[in-house]
């Protein structure tokens, strides 16, 4: 894959899994109380998850390339129109600063099955990465190589947007507690999402 793709990816990526919302709101207020250690297993499962639900969105993409060639060529501007509408979601998004409950035990199995059962329901993670593949990658030919380099990327990525916002736990919390802060956060995430879209449409 070249640099340029990678980037998009990461960008997307990044502004996906650290925008505010109950998760990272979960994952703050568990910092405050427990400490960072805590969370550990918690975040690794997450990370885990995602690098499982991005193989099977480049497994079905490489099948859908190489069987149907002229419906994998609207596949990448339906991808397209898919990253606008999260951009819109993200303008519109409430400021909703409710998080989620995780366990109230802080065994490290608890917390790593927290983690699986959070990110492995939510099949949206999916769609995310069957909207952004398409036009970055050339599934046809794509092999081990760029597969791995995805999940490397994401999980980095992931790692970074976690551990800000861990790193940033006191600040982060007075920040997801105030309505203002959170909807100015949802709209540059959005600006962002909807410059990567565009990144995408420009590149297919």
């Known amino acids: 894959m070249d640099l340029l793709s990678l980037s998009v990816f990461a960008l997307a990526l990044f502004i996906a899994a650290g925008s505010p919302g ?9 910092v405050l109380s427990r400490g960072w250690r805590d969370v550990l297993p918690f975040v690794a499962a997450m ?15 490489t099948t859908l390339a190489q069987t149907f060639q002229a419906g994998f060529a609207v596949l990448k501007w339906a991808g397209v129109a898919y990253l606008v509408w999260m951009a819109v979601q993200m303008w519109r998004a409430p400021a909703d600063t409710a998080g989620k409950e995780l366990p109230k035990k802080g065994s490290a199995l608890s917390m790593f099955g927290a983690g699986l059962a959070l990110t492995m329901g939510n099949p949206k993670i999916m769609v995310f990465y069957l909207a952004l593949l398409p036009s970055l990658i050339e599934l046809p030919v794509a092999g081990f190589s760029a597969a791995a380099s995805l999940a490397a990327v994401a999980v980095v990525v992931l790692a970074v947007a976690d551990g800000l916002w861990m790193l940033m736990a006191h600040r982060a ?21 909807g410059g990567a879209a565009a990144a995408i449409a420009a590149k297919a």
Request: glycine residues 2%; hydrophobic residues 60%; proline residues 4%.
């Open 22 to 30: 109950p998760s990272i709101a979960a994952l703050v207020a568990r």
């Open 47 to 61: 990370w885990v998850s995602e690098v499982i639900w991005l193989s099977m969105a480049l497994t079905g993409l």
């Open 173 to 193: 919390r007075a920040f997801l507690k105030t309505p203002r802060a959170v909807r100015l956060s949802n709209r540059l995430s959005a600006a962002v999402m």
